[in-house]
């Protein structure tokens, strides 16, 4: 059995449902489309950002704006390929000018399709790009000044928070930090 692409049919499975989701205020709110994720399916190391920017829901894929550019960048640099990760958000859909997710809408989306991502492709390390992603996972209070570059064991994955990319084009000093934190996320995904 080809693990790939089992997996790659769960997910396709998981997402039928929810092709024209409006389980949350984001789906009124003037999205394009849905984004759901994409990379490896049975990917060892898993990128979760916010949510979707306008480039991200005109093309329908995550990351591909500035803020992607200068991940695939830095992914480039360390050896990783978007083609062997998985990235994906927290909300699927793009909330009105790149506004933060408001809680129940990061809670519907979770619950409905990023832990259920989660389970299915297994991976050995999480990446949360940014506070909104890292509070998924280490509750509302978590300041990603304090977490980013720690390891934190949930469930059967690493989780290393580090900064949003979208961040890092506006603070350049903390490339360095952030490369770093997606080296070490690297190192925990073999």
């Known amino acids: 059995m080809d693990v790939k692409k089992y997996k790659q049919a769960l997910l396709e499975e ?7 989701c409006q389980m949350c205020p984001l789906g009124s709110l003037g999205r394009k489309n849905i984004v759901f994720g994409e990379g490896n399916p049975d990917a060892k190391l898993m990128f979760i950002g916010e949510g979707p920017g306008q480039k991200e829901d005109e093309l329908c894929r995550p990351f591909v704006g500035r ?3 200068l ?22 859909c793009r909330p009105p000018n790149n506004r933060n997710p408001l ?9 409905l399709l990023l832990f259920k991502q989660i389970k299915i492709i297994r ?7 940014g506070s909104a992603a890292t509070q998924i996972f280490l509750g509302k209070d978590a300041k990603i000044t304090k977490v980013r570059g720690k390891l934190f ?7 290393i928070p580090t900064y949003h990319p979208a961040y890092i084009l ?14 070490l996320a690297k190192k925990h995904s073999t």
């Open 14 to 20: 998981l997402y039928a449902p929810y092709k024209k």
């Open 67 to 69: 803020s992607g550019q």
């Open 71 to 92: 991940l695939t960048k830095v992914l480039e640099a360390i050896g990783l390929s978007r083609q062997k990760i998985f990235i994906t958000n927290v909300v699927k």
């Open 103 to 111: 809680p129940n809408e990061s809670e519907t989306c979770t619950s």
């Open 123 to 129: 991976p050995t390390a999480i990446c949360t790009l």
């Open 153 to 159: 064991k949930k469930e059967k994955a690493i989780l």
């Open 170 to 183: 506006r603070n350049k000093t903390k490339l360095e930090d952030f490369a770093n934190d997606i080296k």
